[in-house]
């Protein structure tokens, strides 16, 4: 059975930072892309960041570019979400994703359809 557990999520002021962890059992994610999706108050789930395996040029929504990081460890069969300068407008649940094969790049968001592997997500808001 295939899971991906979430931590790292929070109550944090504007301009703090957090990073986010995905801890992933059940599958070896060499080869598989992850991803990290997120879905504010009111708002449809979109897709944060992505990466390969091996990794290549990362996918950053327009928004976050600058702030965030996405890394990966197949070692330790975990993938992070490097937050910085966080914003009110990031307040969301954020989601791990991963996916055997998918196609990621710079220039194009991640497709959530293309993902069968997800986390639960982790709250993260942004408030002072």
């Known amino acids: 059975q295939v899971q991906l557990v979430e931590s790292g999520g929070g109550l944090v002021q504007p301009g703090k930072a957090l990073t986010l962890t995905c801890v992933v059992s059940?599958?070896?994610?060499?080869?598989?892309?992850v991803a990290w999706f997120r879905q504010g108050p009111g708002k449809e789930r979109e897709g944060v960041s992505c990466?390969?395996?091996?990794?290549?040029?990362?996918y950053y929504k327009d928004s976050v570019k600058g702030r965030f990081t996405i890394f990966r460890d197949n070692g330790e069969n975990a993938m992070y979400l490097q937050m910085g300068n966080l914003k009110v407008d990031d307040t969301a649940v954020y989601y791990c994703?991963?996916?055997?094969?998918?196609?990621?790049?710079?220039?194009?968001?991640?497709?959530?359809?293309?993902?069968?592997?997800w986390g639960q997500g982790t709250q993260v808001t942004v408030s002072s």
């Open positions: 994703a991963a996916a055997l094969r998918v196609f990621c790049n710079a220039d194009d968001p991640p497709n959530q359809g293309d993902f069968p592997h």
């Open positions: 059940g599958v070896n994610l060499h080869r598989h892309t």
């Open positions: 990466i390969t395996d091996p990794p290549s040029s990362p």
